[in-house]
């Protein structure tokens, strides 16, 4: 559910206000997590480990309240629930954009996100989603891509408009390798600095791993 934010009342009111006068007050980074317990619990039961980190983060962005907040007019809003857009590849060599809602139920939200990818229409809008959310002012949600062949340490994003880098933050998970003994992956985020600081960054990967490392 959206909420609008009381301005007057709001901690974050003077870094809105300094923020939002930048011609781009997103920025990115890329960070590390160890995904291990999810990675060889997946290999040995056959489950899948996308949904696996699909859920972590998704998790990990609804207990961080931060990621919830969005540009509402000339004001700001708040979002209680965070789904994610998803581009999932189809045959072809292109991709189909989904929408997943949250549900901490892990075993229902596997059961439902299995449903969704398994369901995609064979031609559609691969941004249909997006379009749709944005024209509709729900935006809600965050972008979850992967490359999961392409280990990466570093990465850039579209720049959407003057004063809006995106419309919701945007995540990119990379192929897990083996660092000391470990599996580990990289998390690329692009989020908006009127909103989200350092620390809550932090927040969501020690949380993201916490979760990935519950699967065991």
């Excluded at 160890?34 to 990675?39: G, I, K, R, V």
């Excluded at 024209?135 to 891509?145: A, F, H, P, Q, Y």
Aim: a negative charge; glycine letters at 8%; aromatic letters at 14%.
């Amino acid at each position: 559910m959206k909420h609008p934010i009381d301005l007057s009342k709001w901690e974050r009111r003077d870094n809105w206000r300094f923020m939002k006068e930048f011609v781009n007050s997103w920025y990115s980074i890329t960070t590390e997590v160890d995904c291990t317990e999810a990675l060889e619990t997946s290999k040995r039961e056959g489950t899948s480990f996308f949904i696996k980190y699909l859920y972590a983060m998704l998790r990990a962005t609804n207990e961080v309240r931060e990621f919830g907040y969005r540009p509402d007019g000339e004001g700001v809003c708040w979002f209680d629930s965070i789904g994610a857009t998803v581009p999932v590849a189809v045959e072809g060599g292109t991709f189909y954009t989904v929408l997943i809602p949250y549900i901490e139920d892990y075993e229902i939200f596997y059961s439902k996100v299995k449903e969704i990818i398994t369901n995609i229409p064979e031609d559609g809008d691969p941004y249909g989603v997006n379009r749709d959310l944005i024209e509709r002012g729900e935006t809600g949600v965050v972008n979850i891509s992967a490359t999961p062949k392409l280990h990466f340490t570093g990465i850039t994003y579209t720049f959407h408009k003057p004063g809006l880098g995106s419309d919701w933050p945007l995540m990119n998970v990379g192929k897990a390798v083996r660092k000391e003994g470990r599996w580990v992956m990289p998390i690329g985020l692009y989020v908006d600095h009127c909103f989200v600081d350092g620390g809550n960054l932090a927040e969501f990967a020690d949380k993201v791993q916490r979760y990935l490392q519950a699967f065991s």
